[in-house]
């Protein structure tokens, strides 16, 4: 478990770091992923992160996940955690990065996110052709 934590961490201090250091070319988003939702009330908004925070931690924690199950749900739960700090530091998610005009902004928090839903999608999959 130390090392799903050492993980989560480092994410978290990841994403934190690059945030603090581009904070000046950065969009705030008050919505959730790619705006979505940003003329909801913080209050709902929180209570969803809560949510799926909650869950994540029980994944997590569950004894009949296998190591990459956690590793998955340690990525997700890390990105989760770090855009939540940006919620209760400047109220709302910062956004430092783009690759052009015809994408949204993002974070390693969601980049983090993503890698962690890739990794339980390749899991279902694979167990479901064996």
Do not use: C
């Not at 899991?123 to 052709?129: A, E, Q, V």
């Amino acid at each position: 478990m130390f090392m799903f934590l050492l993980i989560i961490f480092a994410i978290i201090l990841a994403d934190q770091g690059t945030k603090i250091l581009l904070f000046e070319q950065a969009v705030l988003n008050s919505g959730i992923a790619f705006g979505a939702f940003n003329s909801k009330p913080a209050l709902i908004l929180g209570l969803i992160g809560a949510g799926i925070l909650g869950v994540m931690v029980l994944q997590i924690t569950h004894r009949d996940q296998n190591k990459t199950s956690r590793l998955g749900y340690s990525f997700i739960l890390a990105g989760l955690m770090s855009n939540l700090v940006d919620r209760v530091r400047v109220g709302a998610v910062i956004d430092p990065f783009t690759l052009g005009d015809w994408l949204p902004f993002f974070n390693l928090a969601d980049l983090a996110i993503l890698t962690g839903l890739g990794i339980l999608t390749l899991i279902h999959f694979r167990k479901r052709s064996v």
